[in-house]
């Protein structure tokens, strides 16, 4: 997973509560499992919908390359897919920032190197504000600051542990391989030596009534 430190670029701001993930990435995509190529159907009513008027504001320039997306209240919630951040990050999305997110996307957003940051009230509406402005902004996730173009600095809250993992350009499981790899590794040899007919290739398991403990070992 890349590593998230700092990044510079406008903000698309989509003024709407409740973008639940069925919007973000509609149910009918969901047999897709590979993560690159998800972009395409992110937000896919709302692109390629019968009503549009105007393109969506992620293909209109230069939100078109926007890393940062600002939304309202309530985003990402309704079902607990994980293509709706697959999707967002295979865009180029590496920050939302909003007054309120779906809890499970909220976690989501974590484990596929995107951080999400919970802002409301007057500090929302600046982030709108700088957004509207075509403002370039930086989210500086090592100093947890939110730095506008005129140099202004606003700060943001992050768990250590989750803050860390971006830093590090590691998901979950690499989290549990670096904090507890060493006991992984003991357990694993110590469980080989007690339960070795759980190791057995094809080959071994086919002749395991004629072959001790110790062969077993080989």
């Known amino acids: 997973m890349k590593p998230f430190t700092t990044i510079e670029s406008v903000a698309a701001y989509i003024d709407e509560d409740a973008i639940d993930t069925d919007i973000i990435f509609?149910?009918?995509?969901?047999?897709?499992l590979d993560k690159a190529g998800l972009a395409q159907h992110a937000f896919h009513e709302r692109r390629h919908g019968p009503d549009l008027k105007q393109p969506f504001i992620l293909d209109r320039a230069p939100f078109s390359k926007a890393q940062?997306?600002?939304?309202?209240?309530?985003?990402?919630t309704?079902?607990?897919?994980?293509?709706?951040?697959?999707?967002?990050?295979?865009?180029?999305?590496?920050c939302i920032i909003a007054e309120s997110f779906g809890e499970i996307f909220f976690a989501n957003c974590f484990k596929n190197g995107v951080l999400p940051i919970?802002?409301?009230?007057?500090?929302l509406t600046a982030i709108?504000?700088?957004a509207g402005e075509e403002q370039t902004i930086a989210i500086d996730l090592v100093g947890r600051t939110i730095r506008f173009q005129d140099?202004?600095?606003?700060?943001?809250?992050?768990?250590?542990?989750r803050r860390d993992a971006l830093l590090n350009g590691l998901d979950e499981i690499g989290s549990i391989l670096r904090d507890d790899g060493d006991d992984i590794v003991r357990f694993e040899e110590r469980q080989?030596?007690?339960?070795?007919?759980?190791?057995?290739?094809?080959?071994?398991?086919s002749t395991f009534a004629d072959l001790g403990t110790e062969k077993l070992l080989d």
């Open 78 to 94: 309704g079902s607990s897919r994980e293509q709706a951040v697959w999707c967002l990050a295979d865009f180029g999305i590496r």
């Open 151 to 161: 140099g202004r600095l606003m700060p943001f809250d992050v768990d250590d542990y």
């Open 68 to 76: 940062i997306l600002v939304a309202r209240k309530d985003f990402g």
């Open 128 to 130: 709108r504000e700088a």
């Open 118 to 123: 919970l802002k409301a009230g007057d500090e």
């Open 26 to 32: 509609p149910a009918r995509f969901l047999l897709l």
């Open 192 to 205: 080989r030596r007690r339960s070795p007919w759980l190791h057995l290739d094809r080959h071994k398991l």
